[in-house]
């Protein structure tokens, strides 16, 4: 099943995830960091790495709302829209720790707090959840994936 945003047959949504993901989660790690060692240039690693997933996280879930819209199957549907709703929630949640980070927000939950570390670790657990969900569109499903027939097809 070719996805409907796709560069001469390969997906772009695959392409694109590993940024959001890679950063969410090494902002975890830096914030890991940070409370073992006290270092605050893993603070500020943790803040830079969640806007960089953020912006990720966004180019990522428009390229894959247009993979989803294009699916046909009602199964396969329902699974995308559960797949794009926990990556929403994981979106939204980064996008709180984020502002909770900056000097606005660092005022409503008072300097020191462990609550964007927690959102962190939330928010890492429901895109792991999601993640299980892509795979299940991939392998499961062949969302994102052309069967070898199709592809000699077009060949031809």
Do not use: C
Request: proline letters at 4%.
């Amino acid at each position: 099943m070719r996805a409907s945003a796709n560069i001469g047959g390969h997906p772009i949504h695959p392409m694109l995830i590993p940024f959001p993901i890679g950063l969410w989660v090494f902002s975890l790690i830096a914030d890991l960091i940070f409370m073992w060692r006290g270092n605050p240039a893993w603070e500020s690693v943790a803040f830079y790495t969640l806007a960089g997933g953020i912006g990720g996280g966004v180019l990522a879930a428009a390229v894959g709302l247009i993979d989803l819209l294009g699916v046909k199957d009602n199964q396969v549907f329902r699974t995308g829209l559960f797949h794009a709703g926990a990556n929403v929630v994981a979106l939204l949640i980064f996008v709180v720790d984020f502002y909770l980070r900056t000097t606005s927000g660092s005022q409503m939950v008072g300097a020191g707090s462990k609550i964007p570390f927690i959102l962190s670790l939330i928010g890492v657990i429901v895109l792991s959840f999601a993640g299980y969900l892509g795979g299940e569109l991939v392998f499961r499903y062949g969302v994102g994936v052309e069967s070898q027939t199709s592809i000699n097809a077009e060949q031809q």
